[in-house]
């Protein structure tokens, strides 16, 4: 079992940053492909990026690239999501999600644990 606890989030304004921190703790957390997901009101979960076992790749998506940062530091137990340039889009609760697969995966469903979530709001 694995909990997951978010934190960083809260309101700026557009091309401001913030730092995402995600904690865990209950299981080897370098074993674990670690990524963050967001959801907007009215919107299904959507996969923002993602960092392989012991750090070994990320993958982000097309709408936050060059502009998101994914990373972990296995000896604090910590992924991040460094936010730069935000833009009122990128308005919405962003989740940690932890898996057991090598490959980082962009679906939620196929993530196995869940953090509580942090509400990112972006204003104009």
């Known amino acids: 079992q694995v909990q997951l606890v978010e934190s960083g989030g809260g309101l700026v304004q557009a091309g401001d940053s913030l730092r995402l921190s995600c904690t865990a703790s209950?299981?080897?957390?370098?074993?674990?492909?670690m990524a963050w997901f967001r959801q907007a009101p009215g919107k299904e979960r959507e996969f923002v990026a993602g960092v392989g076992w012991f750090g070994g790749g990320t993958k982000h998506t097309d709408s936050v690239k060059g502009r998101f940062t994914i990373s972990r530091d296995n000896a604090k137990n910590t992924v991040y999501l460094q936010m730069d340039s935000l833009e009122p889009e990128d308005t919405a609760v962003y989740y940690c999600a932890a898996g057991r697969s090598a490959r980082i995966l962009t679906t939620a469903d196929l993530y196995d644990y869940w953090g509580q979530g942090t509400q990112v709001t972006v204003s104009s």
């Open positions: 209950g299981a080897p957390f370098a074993r674990y492909t």
